[in-house]
């Protein structure tokens, strides 16, 4: 009998320090029956992704684990990068694999979210599946605002946490914590520090505006490299795959001069988001298999 697979994909307002983000991993490793599969850590972002898997109890155990150092270890009030935030631990995405039933990865979601509202006084919003209002779907709604207009926000009766205090933490900020299908994480450096570029190509691609379907874009500098990036999520991988957006980011980027240096996966992809397509013809270097999500997934 196959065993229920549940994933995490935690992503945490710390790119920078080596020994924060070790010991982010170490606390997940410490937890028996989690395989910690993948850690992108990105310092102009000043964010890192890990990708956990593993039975539903041990994943949410690691949880725990992972929270606890996150939330000791990273101040807010001092935090600075290109992407997105409300907090320390700003995102806990829960994805069922294998054996699984979303209502299960809701549950655990919703159970996750309250146990660490009120073990770090933590404000918490439920999102995707996991959400309790229809505008809390969206995880752009939640952030935005951003860290800086949380206490602003927080003082809005219409924004009253999930779980949690109702109350500005400014140490910590606040977690979305959701249930969710498979999210495809991929971003496209251009040889170009055209920033207003960028975020034209980014907006192309947007369904909003006519682009491809399921998937989410921004444009960000680099500045460490001195170049600037389309940041993309795919919602929906078998919408839009990562072939189709990449050729999508080229031919924008060509019909403004600009050439594509590289692309990156932020976390791990299924084998079918590639549609058969070379991970090379994707300019995405050294790929190997570490990168995909049936490595990790036993056969029965």
């Given at each position: 009998m196959a065993l229920s697979i549940l994933e995490c994909v935690p992503n945490v307002s710390e790119g920078r320090d080596r020994r924060v983000i070790d010991a982010l991993a170490d606390a997940t490793r410490s937890v028996a029956g989690v395989r910690l599969a993948d850690i992108h850590s990105d310092p102009d972002h000043h964010r890192s992704v890990f990708t956990f898997l593993g039975a539903p109890a041990a994943v949410e155990a690691a949880v725990g684990a992972l929270a606890e150092v996150a939330l000791r270890a990273i101040d807010m009030r001092t935090h600075r990068g290109i992407h997105p935030r409300i907090g320390a631990l700003d995102v806990l995405p829960l994805?069922?694999?294998?054996?699984?039933?979303?209502?299960?990865?809701?549950?655990?979601?919703?159970?996750?979210?309250?146990?660490?509202?009120?073990?770090?006084?933590?404000?918490?919003?439920?999102?995707?599946?996991?959400?309790?209002?229809?505008?809390?779907?969206?995880?752009?709604?939640?952030?935005?605002?951003?860290?800086?207009?949380?206490?602003?926000?927080?003082?809005?009766?219409?924004?009253?946490?999930?779980?949690?205090?109702?109350?500005?933490?400014?140490?910590?900020?606040?977690?979305?914590?959701?249930?969710?299908?498979?999210?495809?994480?991929?971003?496209?450096?251009?040889?170009?520090?055209?920033?207003?570029?960028?975020?034209?190509?980014?907006?192309?691609?947007?369904?909003?505006?006519?682009?491809?379907?399921?998937?989410?874009a921004m444009g960000v500098p680099l500045a460490r490299h001195g170049i600037v990036q389309v940041s993309l999520n795919l919602l929906d991988y078998r919408r839009t795959s990562l072939p189709r957006v990449f050729e999508r980011v080229r031919s924008e980027a060509t019909r403004r001069g600009i050439r594509v240096r590289r692309s990156e996966l932020v976390g791990l992809a299924p084998r079918d988001a590639f549609e058969g397509a070379a991970p090379e013809s994707l300019a995405l270097p050294d790929f190997t298999d570490a990168k995909l999500l049936e490595t990790y997934l036993p056969m029965t």
């Open positions: 994805v069922p694999l294998r054996e699984m039933a979303m209502a299960e990865a809701i549950a655990i979601a919703h159970r996750a979210g309250r146990t660490l509202g009120a073990r770090f006084e933590l404000p918490i919003f439920f999102y995707a599946e996991a959400a309790l209002s229809p505008e809390r779907r969206s995880l752009p709604w939640i952030r935005r605002g951003e860290y800086e207009g949380l206490a602003r926000r927080l003082a809005d009766p219409a924004w009253k946490p999930d779980a949690g205090p109702a109350r500005f933490n400014p140490r910590s900020g606040a977690t979305a914590v959701g249930a969710r299908e498979i999210l495809v994480a991929f971003n496209v450096w251009l040889d170009s520090n055209d920033l207003e570029a960028a975020r034209a190509i980014a907006r192309a691609i947007r369904p909003s505006s006519g682009g491809l379907p399921a998937v989410q």
